[in-house]
Structures are given as structure tokens and as C-alpha cells.
């Protein structure tokens, strides 16, 4: 039988007893076996007070989750009379002891709380506010994940997630099979594993806290806010999602350290960065030598690894493009030059007075397992680069300026969503790889390399 972790608090009066200290026991070593226990803990999510109906009978119930300083957590759950009067008591963020309650097998569907038990309270139980509202237990507990992480779980599985708000929809009414209706909203999240994920908010989420992120998705042009959601339940169909539930916690703007971290990265990319989506399709997660011998490329495949940038193909790095407007959308086919020096669109079937240059960067990335050719165009070049084609291509008759630019991204590391597809040039079999995201590794700092050094010297 586990011993007992002792703690000294402030004096507490029991009913008959005179003040004592109490021995508290930490909630990781709560067991069945041992009848009389007490814990402190503080409160970080109060339940709502629902109403209940079996074939025997009907009620109310009512649960909250508490933490102790040691980061365990559990739901406390009560039935009936003891359900209204325990909400009534609770309050959300504070610290309170707890002995007398039932333990029983935690259903792990419906929450993932550090222990194997669920505690039942009844009238008989007590539940009393701490006189010391200790500063050494914490406020919130997230076990996060990455969204390359959350992309690789199966469906249905109960995750954290601490990610940027990228936009968010205009709220939409669905009609339930009980002919209710639910209104819903759905936010597009992304971190630094250069992914992005859509998560649905139902109910009252998408009317609370979602009304409050779509306010400050539209105030604030160049700041995003930083969200932590708690227990979001995955889907996999056509790719990952993330959908909102009874015991979802949504956190606007948290006030911890991942969240401080998460914003300074975000700040510090280039605000063309883009972020390819797991939600609309599979992104594997294998390095530059799993694609070249996987069997997957006779149709494209997605895949992400961290790589450096050993080698960039600058003599060609640009294609000047139509400046045509079709459909409301810039045309971008690559012109053709005439005869009389004039621009000429194939797909536009006209003359152009003037093109606007577009990248088609080719270079060559290592990831420690292989090297290979890639393409990055215009966007994602652009986020590598940190300068337009079109005004890198006005310092190229210029090298004094224009390798101050080029070479600052060699050698850097990035993280790298990568579209690889099998494809025949000149009777030989090849990997054609298109770069669909690059967001750069922040962490990582190189030494001068013998390349920077040669570009250096005069």
C-alpha cells in the first residue's frame, strides 16, 4: 500500500473534533483499497449541472476536475442532492480539501485525467474551501500536442492542443436528428510543426468563446490570438479535424510559458508563411530517404521533415508571368517573349504590356537522411526568401546586393511540407518534389559555413 505524502496546513475544525492538522494524501496514490484519505486540490474545471434519465430513474449530476501540486488530476462526480449542493459550492480556480468520496474505474472516453479513478461524493462527503490557497498548485494542466502529433492519432482520440488562430468562420446553424438546432463555427489552428488543422466549435462555443476570437481575428491585423483547447475529440475522415465536446475547456490568450513561446515563433515568421492543411488530406511523417523508397509515389505524396538548405539554383529563380485579371484572380502564366520584344500570355491569348515576375526557386535540401532536388513557388519562396521575385529580380544585374540576400538562407533549417510524386524525364524514373510549406526552425543557430565564407571574401 503506497504511503502517504504528508502536508501541513492551516488549522481545520471538524464537527465534534477540536482543530487539527490533517494528512493529505497526493492524488496519484488514491487507491480502492485504502477507505480514509484526504486531498487538497484546486479546481480547473467546474461542470455544468445536467440532468440525467435511466430506466430506474431520473436526477441530476454534477462533476469537476481538481489538480495537486504534485500536477495529478481526477473528476469528482455527484449525484442527485449531492450534485445541486456541491455546484452550488464549487467555484472555478479555487483550492479545496476533499475526504469521504467513492472511488471507482475512471471511464477513460470521457476524460484523460492522470489517474485510473473517478471519486464519487455524496452528502456525507466533505468538501471544504482551503484556508490556504496554495500559490504551489497549478492553474491549468494540458498534456499538448503537436498538430503533426494529433495528425498522426487515431480517430476519436481525446487530445490538448495549444496552436494560433489563424481565422475563423461566420457562425452557421446545423439541424440535429432531433430536429434541434446547434449553431457552429470552425477555427483554422497552427503551431510550429508548419502544419494547420481545423477545429470545430459547437453550441456554446462557437457562441462565446468563438464570437470573442472572431472579434479579435478582425481587430487585430498582425496579431493572432493563442489558443488552448483542452479534451477536443480527433475525426479522420478525409483528414484530421478537431471537434469540440462536453468536456472541451477553451482557453483564449493563456497565461504560461508554451503560450509566451508559441506567439514569439509565430511573430518572428515572415507574414506570407503558409501552412499546409492536415485536415484536407494526409501528411505523412517520414524523412527525404522514406520518400525516395516509398511505394506511395505513383500518386502524390505529402510528407514533412525538418531539413537545411545546402544549395540554391539562383540563375534561374524566376519566370515573368501575366499580369491579366481572370475572374478576379491574377492570371500568373508564364509570358512568352516575341519577336518585337513584347509579352505574349498563352493562356490569355493576348499581348501583355508588362509582366510581374513570379519565383520557381529550385534548391537542394538535407534532413540527415538524403538530399534532393526541390520547387518552391511563388508564396512559399517568398516566406524563405523574405523578398519578392520581382525585386530580387531587380538587384540581380547587382551582386554587391543581390547575394546580401541570397545568402543569409543558406545553411538554415526549416521545417518542410513537401508534395513528392514519381514522375518519367528522359526515360529515367524521378522524384518531382514541390515545397508546399516552410516555416524556419527558430531554434537552430549555425556556425559560418565554408559557403558563407567564400561568399564573403571580395
Known amino acids: 500500500m503506497p504511503t502517504s505524502h504528508t502536508d501541513t496546513l492551516a488549522p481545520a475544525t471538524r464537527e465534534g473534533h477540536p482543530e487539527h492538522y490533517m494528512q493529505l494524501m497526493p492524488i496519484k496514490s488514491l487507491n480502492p483499497y485504502q477507505s480514509v484519505w484526504t486531498i487538497e486540490g484546486r479546481v480547473i474545471k467546474k461542470g455544468n449541472l445536467n440532468n440525467y434519465s435511466t430506466e430506474k430513474r431520473t436526477g441530476q ?22 450534485a445541486t ?17 467513492t472511488l471507482r474505474t475512471a471511464k477513460k472516453d470521457y476524460n484523460n485525467s492522470t489517474t485510473p479513478w473517478d471519486i464519487i461524493l ?26 503533426a502529433e494529433i495528425n498522426s492519432a487515431p480517430a476519436k482520440s481525446t487530445i490538448d492542443l495549444l496552436a494560433i488562430a489563424l481565422s475563423i468562420t461566420a457562425p452557421s446553424t446545423i439541424r440535429k436528428s432531433d430536429s434541434t438546432f446547434n449553431h457552429k463555427r470552425t477555427v483554422v489552428l497552427s503551431d510550429n510543426s508548419a502544419l494547420c488543422i481545423e477545429a470545430t466549435l459547437w453550441g456554446a462555443f462557437s457562441d462565446n468563446e468563438g464570437k470573442l476570437l472572431s472579434e479579435l481575428c478582425a481587430t487585430q491585423t498582425s496579431i493572432r490570438p493563442v489558443l488552448a483547447i483542452k479534451r477536443a475529440k480527433t475525426t479522420t475522415f478525409k483528414g484530421t ?29 515572415a507574414s506570407t508563411t503558409a501552412y499546409p492543411s492536415v485536415s484536407i488530406g494526409k501528411i505523412e511523417k517520414t524523412d527525404i530517404a522514406g520518400m525516395k523508397s516509398s511505394s506511395q509515389l505513383g500518386k502524390p505524396l505529402t510528407f514533412s521533415t525538418a531539413a537545411t538548405i545546402i544549395h540554391i539554383n539562383m540563375s534561374s529563380f524566376s519566370y515573368p508571368a501575366c499580369t491579366s485579371i481572370v475572374n478576379n484572380q491574377q492570371c500568373k502564366k508564364k509570358l512568352d517573349l516575341t519577336a518585337n520584344s513584347s509579352w505574349y500570355c498563352q493562356k490569355c491569348k493576348h499581348d501583355v504590356s508588362h ?24 508564396e512559399v519562396a517568398t516566406s524563405i526568401m523574405g523578398i ?3 525585386e530580387l529580380q531587380l538587384l540581380a544585374p547587382t551582386p554587391d546586393k543581390f547575394w546580401p540576400v541570397v545568402k543569409p538562407i543558406l545553411f538554415h533549417r526549416y521545417m518542410f511540407t513537401i508534395s513528392a510524386k514519381l514522375e518519367v524525364y528522359r526515360s529515367e524514373e524521378k522524384a518531382q518534389c514541390t515545397v508546399v510549406a516552410a516555416v524556419k526552425d527558430m531554434t537552430s543557430s549555425m556556425q559560418e559555413s565554408p559557403l558563407d565564407a567564400f561568399l564573403a571574401t571580395p
Not at 77 to 82: E, I, K, P, R
Not at 123 to 146: A, E, G, M, W
Open 355 to 378: 509582366c510581374d515576375y513570379k519565383y520557381a526557386l529550385h534548391f537542394i535540401i538535407e534532413d540527415g537522411t538524403s538530399t534532393t532536388w526541390v520547387t518552391a513557388f511563388d
Open 61 to 82: 449530476v454534477f462533476s469537476f476536475d481538481i489538480i495537486d501540486k504534485s500536477n495529478s488530476d481526477i473528476v469528482v462526480t455527484s449525484f442527485d442532492l449531492a
Open 85 to 101: 449542493s456541491y455546484y452550488n459550492q464549487i467555484q472555478l480556480g479555487k483550492t479545496y480539501t476533499i475526504k469521504g468520496g
Open 388 to 390: 519578392s521575385a520581382q
Open 122 to 147: 455524496d452528502l456525507d462527503s466533505s468538501v471544504k474551501l482551503s484556508t490556504n490557497q496554495s500559490v504551489n498548485i497549478p492553474q491549468y494542466l494540458f498534456r499538448f500536442k503537436t498538430i
Open 241 to 269: 479535424t478537431l471537434a469540440t465536446g462536453p468536456n472541451t475547456q477553451i482557453f483564449i490568450d493563456p497565461d504560461i510559458t508554451e503560450a509566451h513561446a508559441l506567439r514569439a515563433w509565430f511573430t518572428s515568421l
